[in-house]
């Protein structure tokens, strides 16, 4: 399956044709790999143009931790993190992605140059489809809750065909949604294994195909299975990603962008023409 996502501007995305690779940039002073680093427009341009020249298709920017036990932070604060960033990510000419589960941070990133919403509440702010609908921009939807007891995959499919029905409910075109099973939100560490090791269910059903995006870079789960620190988990994120591409997902979202890129383009040219 293969689609061009319009883009704000005249910009195109071709989802499906290769696998694309989403580079973190990460505007806080708390995320669990790089907080901190990136906080100027200087170090966050810079190292946005380091990512684009790895190999990244699309850069994702967040100015709140999602991590475990992170300070939230209110929208005005995480806006002003972005505010005179986003503008000079833009000149770049790569898709941005903005990272916020706040609908009227979403559209201030819109306004200034962003094109997706990266929503790991998975539309669960119904605003937020309001806003995508505004602006006719794609969303990537997070699963981050258990909505019941049953088997994990269950869940997250459980979820994601709500986040359908509350598109529809609001006439917004399901067919701008990428999913994301979310990858340590809302799951044990086992439960985390169990969606990695089962990706290709989420990929179709109920008739329908869907486009998957995975963010599992240096995260615990990786800690979990193999003992390794936070700063030592790049070649198993990469060895997830190729496990990924393999059961159907479309993108990944990594911080270490021109090792992936590099294994990526290669596990593609394997596929079947």
Same mark, same amino acid.
């Given at each position: 399956m293969e689609k061009i996502f319009n883009l704000r501007g005249g910009r195109k995305l071709t989802v499906g044709a290769k696998t694309l690779v989403m580079g973190i940039l990460n505007v806080t002073p708390d995320s669990f790999s790089d907080g901190g680093k990136f906080l100027s427009v200087d170090a966050a341009t810079n190292h946005a143009a380091e990512l684009i020249a790895d190999g990244a298709d699309i850069i994702d920017v967040g100015a709140e931790s999602t991590r475990p036990n992170a300070t939230l932070v209110d929208a005005a604060e995480e806006f002003a993190r972005l505010e005179n960033i986003l503008p000079a990510l833009r000149n770049f000419g790569v898709p941005i992605s903005i990272d916020t589960y706040k609908p009227e941070v979403a559209?201030?990133?819109?306004?200034?140059?962003?094109?997706? +919403?990266?929503?790991?509440?998975?539309?669960?702010?119904? %605003?937020?489809?309001?806003?995508?609908?505004?602006? !006719?921009?794609?969303?990537?939807?997070?699963?981050?809750?258990?909505?019941?007891?049953?088997? +994990?995959?269950?869940?997250?499919?459980?979820?994601?065909? %709500?986040?359908?029905?509350?598109?529809?409910?609001? !006439?917004?075109?399901?067919s701008q949604i990428i999913f994301d099973p979310g990858i340590g939100f809302g799951k044990t560490q086992e439960e985390n294994l169990t969606v990695l090791r089962r990706l290709n269910e989420l990929k179709t059903f109920d008739g329908r195909e869907n486009f998957l995006m995975l963010g599992v870079s240096r995260k615990s789960v990786i800690g979990y299975a193999t003992g390794f620190e936070v700063d030592e988990r790049d070649e198993a994120t990469g060895a997830l990603c190729v496990h990924a591409i393999e059961r159907g997902v479309d993108i990944v979202r990594v911080h270490n962008v021109k090792m992936i890129s590099r294994m990526c383009k290669m596990i593609d040219s394997l596929k079947e023409v």
């Open positions: 559209a201030q990133a819109l306004e200034l140059g962003a094109d997706i +919403i990266n929503d790991v509440h998975g539309l669960e702010d119904l %605003r937020m489809i309001d806003v995508a609908k505004k602006f !006719g921009a794609p969303v990537i939807a997070g699963h981050f809750e258990r909505c019941c007891k049953c088997d +994990i995959i269950c869940d997250v499919k459980k979820f994601f065909k %709500r986040t359908l029905a509350n598109c529809e409910a609001h !006439g917004f075109d399901a």
